[in-house]
């Protein structure tokens, strides 16, 4: 297949004046070479696109793909990450990973919450703080128990996630909304902090040909920083965060398993990517979010690792996420 790729290069967007967080979910050289010598390797032909707006250029150029491999997170709004499907779909192209509506909905965690809430799964209860002005009305109308966790409702790689995210006081609770507010420019989701075992699950495949990959525990090393998953902690992973495969004859990974599965499903995940559940003070893991378009560095990203933990070797995750697509396509 002639294959073309789209991704955001972070090293593109740092010359350009924008600062190491804002670029955080862009894709390194080393990624996109990575990929393009996996499909090299599968047989097809490889045309590196690149961002949304070469993207453009070349579709009115006239060039087009059997297959784009789609990897662009986007740089501004909240249905970023769905640009570049939405403009493929437009000239009829096949891709890999989301549709419009999952990505945007995937990206909004505070909505992809409500689906899998409606669906029967177990997702902690939450509220969506959406402006300055809620900030006035919210110490009168928490019903949420302390402690809390506040993030951005549209960001990923951990971006807006600190030490000071596991909230225990109403002052706490404003000044971190107000910070998150004013620093994203975007809605605050809070929720009810989940003390127990995290987890992230890899799936592959779409609908009812999904299956769970394998599932990681992430345990935070004795020099990271405390209680979250943060954007420290995940730049500076390697250092500061075990990755440790787990298996589903363990209860709370089999729970996690279950409703990860049924997660990716209900949300409308398609040929790959990863789910992040924690555990309640039960010992019942609770969705988080989906990431239906997951960092594919080789041994960086999550899912790469997670495949490489079970045996399955890089290029062979790369053939599962095209055939995928394919046997989509093929289906339609």
Not at 79 to 108: K, N, S, W
Not at 141 to 163: D, R
Not at 170 to 187: D, I, K, M, S, T
Request: glycine share 8%; with cysteine.
């Amino acid at each position: 297949m002639h294959v073309g790729m789209t991704y955001d290069l972070r090293d593109e967007y740092l010359a350009e004046g924008h600062d190491e967080e804002a670029t955080a979910e862009f894709d390194r050289a080393d990624t996109i070479d990575a990929i393009a010598a996996g499909l090299l390797e599968l047989g097809h032909q490889v045309d590196r696109i690149g961002r949304v707006r070469q993207l453009v250029a070349r579709l009115a150029a006239g060039d087009r793909w059997d297959l784009v491999f789609n990897i662009c997170e986007g740089l501004r709004g909240m249905a970023r990450e769905a640009q570049v499907p939405a403009i493929l779909e437009v000239y009829d192209i096949a891709y890999t990973f989301g549709d419009p509506l999952v990505m945007a909905l995937c990206l909004h965690k505070g909505l992809a919450k409500m689906v899998v809430e409606r669906a029967g799964l177990p997702t902690p209860k939450s509220l969506l703080v959406e402006s300055a002005a809620d900030l006035d009305l919210l110490p009168d109308h928490l019903t949420l128990p302390f402690p809390l966790f506040a993030k951005p409702v549209g960001e990923g790689t951990g971006k807006g996630i600190t030490p000071a995210s596991r909230i225990t006081t109403r002052a706490e609770l404003l000044a971190v909304c107000r910070q998150l507010l004013e620093q994203f420019r975007q809605p605050v989701l809070v929720e009810e902090f989940l003390p127990g075992r995290e987890f992230t699950v890899g799936l592959l495949g779409t609908g009812s040909r999904a299956a769970v990959l394998g599932t990681l525990e992430i345990i935070l090393r004795r020099d990271a920083e405390p209680d979250v998953y943060s954007y420290v902690n995940k730049e500076r992973c390697e250092e500061l965060v075990e990755y440790r495969l787990v298996r589903p004859d363990d209860p709370q990974v089999r729970m996690a398993e279950q409703t990860a599965l049924a997660a990716w499903r209900a949300l409308g995940g398609r040929d790959g990517g990863r789910l992040d559940l924690r555990c309640d003070a039960r010992g019942v893991p609770q969705f988080m979010e989906a990431n239906p378009l997951a960092g594919m560095h080789p041994s960086h990203s999550d899912l790469p690792m997670l495949a490489t933990a079970v045996g399955m070797p890089y290029v062979e995750l790369i053939r599962r996420i095209v055939e995928s697509a394919r046997e989509r396509v093929a289906r339609v």
